[in-house]
């Protein structure tokens, strides 16, 4: 057999595997999903939703014979369940009598920027897309206004959301349509709703590879302006619609990321506490400081309001991990996130069916692996949401 042969072989195979793989992961979906479902969010009782609100479920419980806000729906039990829609109503609602302004709507306030996080690392697996959706969905649950962007052309955070993306997205709808040199598109085009009222999403899928195929290109031709202010600029175009954007970056130190780098008013650094991933942040860190120096030597404002590495996957009992977080800690101070997000079975099945943990009912999982697991992420975002609230000048 001649090299041309094998070379033709090889292409015809993963060619044929494709279609096979795709036309399997199609029918699939056909019979999990019918043609025109789109994902709903689940209901939350009313202990769920006072929790949210932060206020006690006894006040929401008068509000509802008062005959104020929303009507939740009775489940069988007789129990009162909400609606996200009904939660966001009450939040504005309860926010009219607020003793401060923004205990229940704690977004942007005159003078405020928008907030950019960019969630990052070159290392796949380390939870990047799973802390991006977790972090987005919390905080628009929590009343912010959220914009989620699937930078990775994996697009694992679009299909978290309902969105398929080899399917979804035949015409394009990515990020890549709003960011690209020749005829970009307005970023309110690819922007789409969500189940969660307050949480958009730009789904992404392969297509944005094309930016980091196009980029030298045009660098060469001259015509890249700024190529990595291309992400700032796309979101400036609806800045006051959004308090927080959160970016699910690839796994690579490509021209998307540093475009987003660029955009970021926040970095979050995802290590999942095992010494492989730590030694390959180490260069992570390193290539990503060169860059930003070749960026900033082209006149760009690399500065941030905060970057913070997050503990991802992290098992207290395991003893090695427990030596590479005391010693991340030790070296890096208050740069580490208090708060770790916890290994959990629940995380991870619930990936499995494609939802967060958020869009998950507690009677799915044993209550102790369901409440560890939450507490562990509520931690996590509220602390990122605290970050937030410092950078507005608020304690
Ligand atoms: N806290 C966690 N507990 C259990 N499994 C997790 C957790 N975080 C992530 N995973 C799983 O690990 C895998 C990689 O996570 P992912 O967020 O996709 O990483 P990345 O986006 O960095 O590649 C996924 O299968 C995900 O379900
Ligand atoms: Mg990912």
């Known amino acids: 057999m001649s090299r041309a042969e094998t070379h033709e072989d090889l292409n015809a195979v993963i060619r044929q595997h494709s279609e096979m793989l795709a036309a399997q992961l199609h ?41 104020k806000g929303p009507s939740p729906e009775m489940s069988s039990g007789n129990r009162r369940q909400y609606s996200v829609e009904d939660i966001q109503n009450l939040r504005i609602l309860l926010e009219k009598t607020a003793r401060k302004p923004g205990d229940y709507l704690p977004g942007r306030r005159e003078g405020d920027h928008l907030q950019i996080i960019g969630v990052m690392n070159f290392k796949g697996g380390s939870g990047k897309t ?11 649950l929590k009343g912010y206004r959220v914009l989620a962007i699937d930078l990775d052309p994996q697009a694992s955070l679009t299909a978290l959301h309902g969105v398929q993306p080899e399917f979804d997205l035949l015409d394009g709808g990515t990020l890549y349509d709003a960011i690209r040199y020749e005829n970009p598109l307005p970023i309110t085009q690819v922007i789409r709703r969500t189940y969660i009222p307050n949480l958009d999403l730009i789904p992404g899928n392969l297509e944005l590879m094309e930016f980091e195929h196009e980029t030298p290109r045009a660098l060469a031709r001259g015509n890249a302006g700024l190529f990595f202010f291309r992400v700032k600029e796309a979101l400036a175009q609806v800045d006051d619609r959004y308090d927080v954007v959160v970016i699910d970056c690839p796994p ?26 730590v030694m390959s942040m180490s260069q992570f860190l390193r290539m990503t400081a060169d860059l930003m120096d070749v960026i900033a030597d082209s006149g760009a404002d690399m500065s941030h309001d905060w970057m913070r590495y997050l503990l991802t996957r992290y098992e207290p009992t395991d003893a090695p991990q427990n030596r590479i977080v005391a010693f991340l800690r030790t070296m890096y101070g208050d740069k580490v996130l208090n708060a770790p997000m916890l290994k959990s079975t629940a995380i991870s099945d619930a990936g499995l069916t494609k939802q967060t943990l958020y869009e998950v009912e507690r009677s799915a999982f044993t209550r102790t692996t369901y409440d560890r697991a939450i507490e562990s992420l509520n931690a996590v975002n509220d602390e990122i949401s605290q970050l937030i609230q410092k950078t507005w000048g608020r304690p």
């Open 27 to 67: 029918s699939q979906r056909e019979s999990l999903f019918p043609p025109d479902a789109s994902k709903a969010m689940r209901k939350f009782t009313s202990g769920e939703a006072a929790a949210l609100l932060g206020v006690n479920d006894s006040y929401l419980r008068k509000l509802h014979l008062d005959g």
């Open 252 to 277: 690579q130190l490509g021209f998307l990321t540093m475009s987003a780098l660029s955009a970021a008013t926040g970095v979050l650094v995802t290590i999942h506490p095992e010494m492989l991933d």
């Open 130 to 140: 799973t802390s991006s959706a977790h972090l987005a969905q919390r905080l628009a």
